[in-house]
């Protein structure tokens, strides 16, 4: 059974930084691209990172890239998402998602294109 736990959320001050964990298991973590996503109250899911299953190639949406940074550690199941320079409209719950497939050589940004997905850990940032 797919499980994706993240951790490593909470409150952290404009400008700050925080640092996102995603452990994975019940699948070959080492196949798979993984993202992250969040979702703002009152908002639609957004794709924040994606990042290959070998961690050749990572891509980020334009309201974070330049401060958020995609990492994964294929030996320890683990994906990880530092982020800094943080700013208020980052506050939303953050989730880590597996990709549908295995070794597909594209990082999609669609929610279905997705297919497990952890609980979510909170991120808010505000003075």
């Known amino acids: 059974q797919v499980q994706l736990v993240e951790s490593g959320g909470g409150l952290a001050q404009p400008g700050g930084s925080l640092r996102l964990s995603c452990a994975a298991n019940?699948?070959?973590?080492?196949?798979?691209?993984m993202s992250w996503a969040r979702q703002a109250p009152g908002k639609g899911p957004e794709w924040v990172s994606g990042?290959?299953?070998?961690?050749?190639?990572?891509e980020y949406a334009d309201s974070v890239r330049g401060r958020f940074t995609i990492s994964r550690d294929n030996a320890k199941n683990m994906l990880y998402l530092q982020m800094n320079s943080l700013k208020p409209e980052d506050t939303a719950l953050y989730y880590c998602a597996k990709d549908r497939g295995a070794f597909r050589p594209l990082i999609e940004t669609s929610p279905d294109d997705y297919d497990a997905w952890g609980q979510g850990t909170q991120v808010t940032v505000s003075s």
């Open positions: 019940g699948f070959t973590f080492s196949h798979f691209v």
């Open positions: 990042i290959y299953s070998d961690a050749s190639k990572t």
